[in-house]
T-cell receptor, first 112, second 114 residues
């Protein structure tokens, strides 16, 4: 069974700290890897998508990397802010157009 | 934000009643999905559609049916709701295969079955 694991489940950091969220997956036949943000009681907001042929993607203070050989992806957040507090989900796509397989998320709390 | 509207946003109903959730998109995307989100399980796929009248089952499809008669609408039906179907339901959309574009999600429907 294809699985996606996110560790830790929760993370608390002071404002300004750089941090890394981890995502690991079984089966290297990955189509793409997508990172989402979810605020409490809200839907999912797509942050970054890395195609299987890519190694990383960047958007503002966010950088996501993909290492298929080790089955890992990381989301790097630079200079964290209280507004970054949310749950971050990673999800892998296995075949064009089919469903994403989600991790259970890492809940980030950034204190001012 | 992607043009995805889910309705209703909240619903409380009783065990045994039928329930239909609607997902409407304005992006003309080919693929549409229904997921449920539960504590301890994360998001899991219920059904998805790859075109009008073309649907397939996901990981947790038992007790659910779907229909897609128009590109823009994807309906999820609980024929006889059970308490185990209390959850938050999310609709998502994506473009055609090969585009390798992200899935975009609606704001969710919170369904409580008493």
């Amino acid at each position: 069974k294809q699985e996606v694991t996110q560790i830790p489940a929760a993370l608390s950091v002071p404002e300004g700290e750089n941090l890394v969220l981890n995502c690991s997956f079984t089966d290297s036949a990955i189509y793409n890897l997508q990172w989402f943000r979810q605020d409490p009681g809200k839907g999912l907001t797509s942050l970054l998508l890395i195609q299987s042929s890519q190694r990383e993607q960047t958007s503002g203070r966010l950088n996501a990397s993909l290492d298929k050989s080790s089955g890992r992806s990381t989301l790097y957040i630079a200079a964290s802010q209280p507004g970054d507090s949310a749950t971050y989900l990673c999800a892998r796509g296995t075949q064009a157009g089919t469903a994403l397989i989600f991790g259970k998320g890492t809940t980030l709390s950034v204190s001012s | 934000d992607a043009g995805i509207t889910q309705s209703p946003r909240h619903k409380v109903t009783e065990t045994g009643t039928p329930v239909t959730l609607r997902c409407h998109q304005t992006e003309n995307h080919r693929y549409m999905y229904w997921y449920r989100q539960d504590p301890g399980h994360g998001l899991r796929l219920i059904h998805y559609s790859y075109g009008v009248k073309d649907t397939d089952k996901g990981e947790v499809s038992d007790g659910y049916s779907v229909s897609r008669s128009k590109t823009e609408d994807f309906l999820l039906t609980l024929e006889s709701a059970t308490s185990s179907q209390t959850s938050v339901y999310f609709c998502a959309i994506s473009e055609s295969p090969g585009a390798n574009q992200p899935q975009h999600f609606g704001d969710g429907t919170r369904l409580s079955i008493l």
